[in-house]
């Protein structure tokens, strides 16, 4: 049988972390004999919410049992961590935790459509408690506990997450208390030997334009560093780089991270707030704001919407101003600004209109059939057979061409996909499965 447990909601602004409360339930089910059915899920949501914290990730841990008594004593346990590490950050209003026991015995269990559905609702929209409770209510598997606050919205989308179909890892340190609230700072060769050494599999760890790790965060959490990779077995090796001193264990998790899986293609008149959409139109103009910001009116067929560049996206921003006049996509999520709805740019697509172009191409000999040679401006000869012509004008087709203009590493957020990954990576991805704790912890 196979038990899914999601967690959500059990950190605050002053401090904590979700996936250290995961990290926490783990140690807990190979402590008790369990086995795990995959790596554990890290599953970011709707980057836009105003509400949530940091990230917005909500954690998965799959779980394979016996009985549905085991999976219930186990779910009891996780219930007082929960409750215990929500009372300790401040969250207990919000944290949530969503048990779901299937008889399938692989994850994620197929025909579970409902939890599906609130996925996608949870990551490209905003929904409710009420809401996600109705999903629940349809789920084909035997609910073993929905309590707490919001945290249940994101908990119960996590487990309906298609990792299957893309998926990235990300192998999480977690600091001893001691640590906590002055996060040691790795030095910046080491980040970039650690970037260097993830290659061909890595994702952006460091931000060479701006020479700045992008691999620790700034909160007030446990989480020393996150590496993050294509595959799982670079992350285990590059683990032994990171100093041991500073951390108590560390986590591999399957996530849905750097996949754009946010983002949805819609007509500006459709777009409400919190929506993350890709909307194309025409650049009716660019204006500059204080602080180093651009504002981009956008037009489609039927109605106009603002775009803000901000001085975050770096040379994104700069290249702002020239796309006044053009037809561009623009990727993002968005929210009401100064009253007006506002897309908060995330990438910008323009294609070149440029399909067709007159060109004197040689032609081929008449007699031998080889490619002639140009021998002036207007005539070809074929060197075989001595036959000349005078060049002939055709129409060339070409392809149009596309331009990804993208902003400073630094500024990606944790599900935006980068464009040469959108150019390598081949979907569906489907699911290979940790076959052992080892595959998952790292201990010291």
């Known amino acids: 049988m196979l038990l899914a447990i999601g967690v959500d909601g059990a950190d605050s602004p002053s401090g904590g972390c979700t996936t250290h409360l995961a990290s926490f339930i783990l140690l807990e089910a190979r402590a008790e004999g369990l086995r795990p059915a995959d790596y554990p899920w890290l599953v970011r949501l709707n980057p836009s919410i105003p509400h949530k914290t940091r990230g917005n990730g909500a954690l998965v841990v799959w779980l394979k049992v016996d009985s549905e008594d085991e999976a219930r004593s186990l779910v009891k346990r996780v219930e007082s961590m929960v409750e215990e590490y929500a009372e300790a950050t401040g969250s207990r209003s919000k944290a949530g935790i969503v048990s779901i026991l299937y008889p399938d015995s692989n994850a994620p269990p197929p025909g579970d459509t409902s939890l599906e559905q609130l996925y996608y609702i949870a990551l490209r929209g905003v929904t409710t408690r009420r809401v996600a409770l109705e999903h629940l209510e349809a789920t084909r ?23 299957d179909i893309d998926h990235t890892f990300e192998l999480l340190f977690y600091m001893p208390p001691g640590l906590w609230g002055g996060r040691p700072l790795l030095p910046a060769a080491l980040v970039k030997y650690i970037d ?76 409400k707030p919190y929506d993350c959409v890709r909307i194309c139109g025409y650049v009716e103009s660019v204006r500059d704001q204080p602080g180093g910001h651009r504002i981009a009116r956008i037009c489609d067929e039927e109605a106009c919407i603002d775009a803000a560049f901000y001085r975050e996206l770096g040379k994104l921003t700069k290249k ?27 990438r910008v697509i323009l294609e070149d ?70 150019l390598r990576i081949i979907r569906p991805r489907g699911l290979a499965p940790a076959r052992d704790w080892g595959e998952i912890l790292l201990t010291r």
Request: hydrophobic content about 40%.
């Open 320 to 346: 702002a101003e020239s796309l006044e006049g053009l037809n561009a996509c623009v990727e993002g999520c968005a929210r009401i600004h100064r009253g007006r709805l506002t897309l908060n740019v995330e």
């Open 141 to 163: 598997g035997v609910i073993i506990d929905a309590t707490g606050g919001n945290g249940v919205i994101g908990a119960a989308a996590a487990i309906g997450a298609r990792l």
């Open 353 to 422: 209109a440029t399909l067709a172009r007159i060109a004197r191409i040689a032609p081929t000999c008449p007699i031998c059939g080889r490619r002639m040679k140009k021998v002036s401006s207007t005539s070809y000869a074929c060197k075989h057979c001595g036959v000349e012509v005078r060049g002939v004008t055709a129409l060339v087709e070409l392809r149009p061409s596309r331009r990804v203009l993208e902003p400073d590493p630094s500024a990606w957020h944790h599900l935006y996909m980068p464009y040469v990954r959108a």
């Open 196 to 271: 260097f050494t993830l290659r061909p599999y890595g994702l952006p760890n460091y931000d060479y334009v701006n020479d700045k790790p992008l691999i620790q965060p700034h909160g007030p959490d446990p989480v020393l560093a996150g590496i993050r990779a294509e595959e799982p077995h670079p992350l285990r090796l590059a683990a032994r780089l990171v100093p041991h001193e500073y951390y108590t264990h560390a986590v591999l998790y399957r996530t849905n991270q750097h996949t754009g899986v946010h983002i949805r293609d819609a007509m500006i008149s459709n777009v």
